[in-house]
């Protein structure tokens, strides 16, 4: 069971007992709880959770589980705990992702943020963005548990270098800017501004300097070819996605990270290709202007599930 299945059970039951009776949400709940055997699970998990949860400690419940919206950042976390000691053996081997769940700065699912640093340095917090900030007297390091980030590091006076852990690695400044996403199995830098030194976690030794306008992906064993930095590839800070001769498959991925639910796009379209500026901050209008360029219709089932179909 991973951590993602885990946590979208968690956010559907706080979604689905939120103290509002919406029939699309439900609706798109059961289709997500169909879609897998191992929604079907994470959902019994849930299930027994109810159950238990009288055994929870005064101290550590919330007021309910149908807590308001500005409770549900916790609402989640604690559900997250209470589902990894279902498993223990699970949260033993997935011990990074479970951190992610109780980091100390987080975004949701449709939200952006900025976060000063007590250096000065700025971050911008991309969309389901966790991770933890710890300054001590040798080194200013971040550890980005997932998400996408981009950092304005200042010059630190003590000389200090900022240095942002991922599963993959580290990245290294002394100041510039640059932004970091982790992937599936890697993580990708792009500078911006300055320089900064890229490690593998597997390869310590192995350094690569990356400069302004220069991006690479790299793994726990592995970096990548360096190539140029896309322009507009932080335009997420704006609420927009900049794409230049992308796949439509691709794209409705990359637009379904800023929009509750479920996104989907029929196999036999997802080789078109899509290029252009698109809203983030309103995925519908996003959505609207494709049937305006592309062979295609948009479907919704719910406002939660949305299909791109062949027109």
Same mark, same amino acid.
């Given at each position: 069971?991973?951590?993602?299945? %885990?946590?979208?059970?968690?956010?559907?039951?706080?979604?689905?007992?939120?103290?509002?009776?919406?029939?699309?949400?439900?609706? +798109?709940? &059961?289709?997500? *709880?169909?879609?897998?055997?191992?929604?079907?699970?994470?959902?019994?998990?849930?299930?027994?959770? &109810?159950?238990?949860? +009288?055994?929870?400690?005064?101290?550590?419940?919330?007021?309910?589980?149908?807590?308001?919206?500005? &409770?549900?950042?916790?609402?989640?976390?604690?559900?997250?705990?209470?589902?990894?000691?279902? #498993?223990?053996?699970?949260?033993?081997?997935?011990?990074?992702?479970?951190?992610?769940?109780?980091?100390?700065?987080?975004?949701?699912?449709?939200?952006?943020?900025?976060?000063?640093?007590?250096?000065?340095?700025?971050?911008?917090?991309?969309?389901?963005?966790?991770?933890?900030?710890?300054?001590?007297?040798?080194?200013?390091?971040?550890? %980005?548990?997932?998400?996408?980030?981009?950092?304005?590091? $200042?010059?630190?006076?003590?000389?200090?270098?900022?240095?942002?852990?991922?599963?993959?690695?580290?990245?290294?400044?002394?100041?510039?800017?640059?932004?970091?996403?982790?992937?599936?199995?890697?993580?990708?830098? #792009?500078?911006?501004? +300055?320089?900064?030194?890229?490690?593998? &976690?597997?390869?310590?030794?192995?350094?690569?300097?990356?400069? $302004?306008?220069?991006?690479?992906?790299?793994?726990?064993?592995?970096?990548?070819?360096?190539?140029?930095?896309?322009?507009?590839?932080?335009?997420?800070?704006?609420?927009?996605?900049?794409?230049?001769?992308?796949?439509?498959?691709?794209?409705?991925?990359?637009?379904?990270?800023?929009?509750?639910?479920? *996104?989907?796009?029929?196999?036999?379209?997802?080789?078109?290709?899509?290029?252009?500026?698109?809203?983030?901050?309103?995925?519908?209008?996003?959505?609207?202007?494709?049937?305006?360029?592309?062979?295609?219709?948009?479907?919704?089932?719910?406002?939660?599930?949305?299909?791109?179909?062949?027109?």
């Amino acid at each position: 069971m991973d951590l993602k299945t %885990l946590e979208a059970a968690a956010t559907w039951y706080v979604q689905l007992n939120d103290g509002s009776v919406c029939p699309a949400r439900t609706q +798109a709940w &059961q289709h997500w *709880l169909a879609a897998s055997p191992q929604h079907a699970e994470a959902w019994t998990r849930v299930e027994k959770l &109810q159950q238990q949860w +009288a055994r929870v400690p005064r101290q550590a419940a919330l007021s309910s589980l149908g807590a308001a919206q500005a &409770q549900r950042r916790d609402v989640l976390k604690l559900l997250g705990m209470l589902l990894a000691v279902g #498993g223990g053996s699970w949260m033993l081997a997935e011990q990074a992702p479970y951190r992610a769940m109780l980091a100390e700065q987080r975004t949701g699912s449709r939200e952006r943020r900025s976060l000063q640093l007590a250096d000065g340095s700025q971050l911008q917090l991309n969309v389901d963005t966790a991770l933890d900030v710890r300054y001590d007297a040798q080194l200013r390091a971040i550890e %980005l548990y997932r998400g996408e980030i981009l950092v304005n590091a $200042a010059i630190d006076p003590q000389q200090r270098p900022l240095v942002v852990h991922t599963d993959d690695g580290s990245v290294q400044t002394m100041g510039g800017e640059f932004s970091l996403r982790t992937l599936s199995g890697q993580t990708r830098v #792009g500078v911006l501004q +300055a320089a900064v030194d890229v490690r593998p &976690q597997h390869h310590v030794d192995r350094l690569l300097s990356l400069q $302004a306008g220069q991006q690479v992906s790299f793994a726990r064993d592995s970096i990548d070819s360096v190539r140029a930095l896309p322009p507009d590839s932080t335009a997420w800070q704006q609420g927009m996605l900049s794409v230049n001769d992308w796949r439509l498959g691709e794209f409705i991925e990359e637009l379904g990270r800023y929009r509750p639910g479920i *996104l989907r796009c029929a196999p036999s379209i997802r080789a078109l290709s899509i290029s252009g500026s698109f809203s983030i901050d309103d995925t519908n209008i996003a959505l609207a202007n494709l049937n305006k360029t592309l062979p295609v219709r948009v479907r919704y089932l719910s406002q939660y599930w949305v299909s791109v179909e062949p027109a």
